[in-house]
C-alpha cells in the first residue's frame, strides 16, 4: 500500500473514531439531561434532548458513509476491518441509545404532578449506572480494552435488578393509588428505556471485545477459569 494510501487510511480511521467518540457524547448527555428533565419537570431541557437527537441521527449517517467508502476503497483486512464493522455496528447502537433517551424526555410532559413512591428515587440511581456504561464502553472501543468492555457487560445485571425492583414497587403503588396510573405506567416505561439502554451498552461492549480479540465475549464468558 502506498504511503499517502496508507496516511488517508490513517486519517479516515481517526475520522470514524471521532465520529463515534462525538456521537457517544451526545448520547450520554440524551440520557443524564432526559433523566434530569424528569426529576425537575423542566420541558424546556425536554425539548433540547428531542431536538438534539437529530444531530445523533446525522453523525449515524456520517458513520454509515465512511464506513462504506474504507471498505470499497481501502479494502481493510483484520484488526482494520473489524474495527471499522464495529463502528458501523456501533453508530447503529448509539442511535437507538438516543432514542431511548427522547422517548423519556416525551414522557415528562406527561406525568402529573410529583409521585412520592420509590421508584421515583430509584430512576435517576438506574440511570446513572447506564449513563456510566455507555460512557465506559465508548472509552473501552477508542482503547480498545477488552478488559474494561467485559466489566461493563457485567455491569448489565445491577441495571436490570434497578428495574425489576422499580417494577415491583411500581406495580403495587398502582394498585394502591389507582388515580395514578397513568403517570406511573409513564415511570415503569421510562424505567423500561433505561433497562433497554444498559442492554445495548452490553451489544457495544460485545462489538468492541470483538473488534478487539477476534473472539466472542460470549466465549470468554463461558470459559471455565484455570
Known amino acids: 500500500m502506498a504511503e499517502h494510501t496508507v496516511k488517508a487510511f490513517d486519517e479516515e ?8 467518540a462525538e456521537m457517544g457524547g451526545l448520547a450520554e448527555l440524551a440520557i443524564g439531561e432526559a433523566v434530569e428533565a424528569l426529576t425537575k419537570r423542566s420541558q ?12 445523533i441521527d446525522r453523525l449515524e ?23 471499522v464493522l464495529a463502528a458501523l455496528k456501533i453508530a447503529g447502537i448509539l442511535e437507538r441509545i438516543g432514542d431511548y433517551a ?3 424526555a416525551k414522557r415528562v410532559s406527561r406525568i402529573e404532578g410529583r409521585l412520592n413512591s420509590e421508584p421515583q428515587t430509584l430512576i435517576p440511581a438506574m ?9 465506559d464502553v465508548l472509552t473501552a ?12 457487560i457485567e455491569r448489565d445485571a445491577r441495571v436490570d435488578a434497578f428495574y425489576d425492583s422499580i417494577f415491583r414497587n ?28 444498559g442492554d445495548h451498552a452490553t451489544n457495544i461492549a460485545e462489538q468492541v471485545y470483538y473488534a478487539a480479540t477476534a473472539e466472542y465475549v460470549v466465549d470468554r464468558l463461558e470459559r471455565p477459569e484455570n
Open 141 to 152: 472501543f477508542a482503547a480498545r480494552d477488552p478488559a474494561l468492555a467485559v466489566d461493563v
Open 170 to 197: 411500581m406495580v403495587s403503588f398502582m394498585m394502591e393509588n389507582p388515580s395514578t396510573i397513568t403517570s406511573a405506567a409513564h415511570l415503569l416505561f421510562i424505567a423500561r428505556n433505561i433497562e433497554r439502554i
Open 13 to 20: 480511521i481517526t475520522t470514524l473514531r471521532g465520529l463515534i
Open 102 to 104: 427522547k422517548n423519556i
Open 44 to 55: 424546556e431541557l425536554a425539548a433540547q434532548v428531542i431536538e438534539r437527537d437529530k444531530k
Open 61 to 83: 449517517a456520517e458513520v454509515d458513509r465512511l464506513a462504506v467508502k474504507i471498505i470499497a476503497l481501502r479494502a481493510p483486512m483484520a484488526d482494520d476491518l473489524r474495527e
Open 127 to 135: 440511570a446513572e449506572i447506564a449513563g456510566e456504561m455507555v460512557h
